[in-house]
C-alpha cells in the first residue's frame, strides 16, 4: 500500500511541475504568438488586395450586419490607396472543409474582381485537403468575375469553376463557399 502511494505522490508531483512549465511557457510566448498571427493576417491581406497601401477594418454595426448575414464571413477590411481611396475590400471567412473550419482570405478589388484568395489556419488531411494552400490551388481564383457564383468541377471547369483538388472536393467545396460568401458580402456593402 505504501508503494501505491508513494508511486501516486511521485507521479503528482512530475504532472504539477510539467503542468506548472506548460503554463509558464504559455504565458511567456502568448503575446509572441499574437505578434505572429496578426503578421500572418496581415501578409494575406497583402497578397489578396495587392493594391491596398493600408487597410481599415470594418466594425460595430457594419460588420455585425455582415456577420449576421453572410456566414462564415468572420472580418472585413477596407483596402486603401496611398490617398485613402478604397481599392477593394478583404474578407476573412471560415468556412467548413472536410476536417472543419477553414480560415479563408478573400480579396476583391473595386471592380469587382477576385484578385486573391488564400488559405490560413486549417485541420485538412495532409496531403489532400492541405493541398488547398498550394498555390495551384488558390491561384485560380485570381481574376475571376464575381458576376456569378464560382462552382467547383471535378473536371473540365468552365470559367465559372474552379478545378477541386482530386480527393479533397469537400474541402474544394468549402474554401469556394467560403469565397462566394465573401463575394455576396462584398455586393452587400456596395449596395447591389
Do not use: W
Amino acid at each position: 500500500m505504501k508503494d501505491i502511494l508513494k508511486t501516486g505522490l511521485i507521479l503528482f508531483i512530475i504532472s504539477a511541475v510539467a503542468a506548472f512549465a506548460l503554463a509558464m511557457t504559455n504565458e511567456v510566448t502568448k503575446d509572441k504568438i499574437a505578434e505572429q498571427r496578426q503578421m500572418a493576417n496581415e501578409l494575406a491581406k497583402k497578397e489578396v488586395l495587392a493594391a491596398a497601401s493600408s487597410f481599415e477594418d470594418v466594425t460595430g454595426d457594419e460588420l455585425a450586419t455582415i456577420v449576421a448575414k453572410f456566414a462564415p464571413v468572420v472580418e472585413v477590411y477596407k483596402g486603401l490607396d496611398d490617398g485613402g481611396n478604397i481599392v477593394g475590400y478583404v474578407f476573412k471567412s471560415t468556412p467548413n472543409g472536410f476536417g472543419g473550419s477553414v480560415e479563408v482570405v478573400t480579396g476583391i478589388d473595386s471592380e469587382g474582381t477576385l484578385s486573391g484568395v488564400r488559405i490560413g489556419n486549417h485541420n485538412e488531411t495532409p496531403g489532400l485537403g492541405a493541398k488547398a494552400t498550394d498555390p495551384s490551388f488558390y491561384e485560380q481564383y485570381a481574376g475571376m468575375s464575381t458576376d456569378t457564383p464560382i462552382g467547383v468541377a471535378k473536371s473540365n471547369p468552365t470559367e465559372t469553376d474552379i478545378q477541386a483538388i482530386t480527393g479533397a472536393t469537400i474541402s474544394s467545396r468549402g474554401v469556394t463557399s467560403g469565397v462566394n460568401a465573401s463575394i455576396d458580402a462584398f455586393y452587400s456593402i456596395n449596395g447591389n
